[in-house]
């Protein structure tokens, strides 16, 4: 079945940039997600990116994909101390398929 | 355009009790999907609503059923409690169509199981 994997903690100085790992196992993954979840609240979509692209940038995201190798990292720049989230990768397998696959999550600390 | 709201936010319940989570979609959504989010997970599916009926069941037992209605806000309900469903049961509605399967998601109802 499908696989979904996170590190579980990255610590990064504010002004500094963090780039947030995650790895999967469907090779048939269609479109790939970053979420952020604060403290007490629910999901928020940051970005997706489909399975044909290689890189998508908004604002200061940029998310990259290694289909080949089945990663997908996710860089912020300049982090703030509103950065500090859990971030979670999600995959769903094919088109149409709403069920999303979620990793384990990233806690981002941003050390002043 | 109001998002998705959830309701209750927090409930305490003892085991073998029942219990029911409701959600309203976002303005032009018709399909809910509901997860389950134990404490230092990610999100699991349970299931998905299109039209009223149910489009999809992850990996859970019966006891977890749910419900659609015509103005497409949805209930999760959970028979026999166990401890091991004390979680944040997420919801998230979207929209069917041509495009990324973007889903909107409400804050959530934190379940305790006592």
């Known amino acids: 079945g499908e696989d979904v994997e996170q590190s579980l903690f990255l610590s990064v100085r504010e002004g500094d940039s963090s780039v947030i790992n995650c790895t999967y196992t469907?090779?048939?993954?269609?479109?790939l997600y970053w979420y952020k979840q604060e403290p007490g609240a629910g999901l928020q979509l940051l970005t997706y990116i489909f399975s044909n692209m290689d890189m998508k940038q908004d604002q200061r995201l940029t998310v990259l994909l290694n289909k080949k190798d089945k990663h997908l990292s996710l860089r912020i720049a300049d982090t703030q101390t509103g950065d500090s989230a859990i971030y979670f990768c999600?995959?769903?397998?094919?088109?149409?398929?709403?069920?999303?696959?979620f990793g384990t999550g990233t806690r981002l600390t941003i050390i002043p | 355009e109001t998002g998705v709201t959830q309701s209750p936010t927090h409930l305490i319940k003892t085991r073998g009790q029942q219990v029911t989570l409701r959600c309203s979609s976002q303005?032009?959504?018709?399909?809910v999907s509901w997860y389950q989010q134990a404490l230092g997970q990610g999100p699991q599916f349970i299931f998905q609503y299109y039209r009223e009926e149910e489009n999809g069941r992850g990996n859970f037992p019966p006891r977890f059923s749910g419900l659609q209605f015509p103005n497409y806000s949805s209930e999760l309900n959970v028979n026999a409690l166990e401890l091991d469903d004390s979680a944040l049961y997420l919801c998230?509605?979207?929209?069917?169509?041509?495009?990324?399967?973007?889903?909107?998601f409400g804050a959530g109802s934190r379940l305790t199981v006592l």
């Open positions: 998230a509605s979207s929209g069917q169509g041509a495009g990324a399967n973007v889903l909107t």
């Open positions: 469907d090779s048939s993954s269609t479109y």
């Open positions: 999600a995959e769903v397998p094919n088109f149409g398929n709403e069920k999303l696959t």
């Open positions: 303005s032009g959504h018709n399909t």
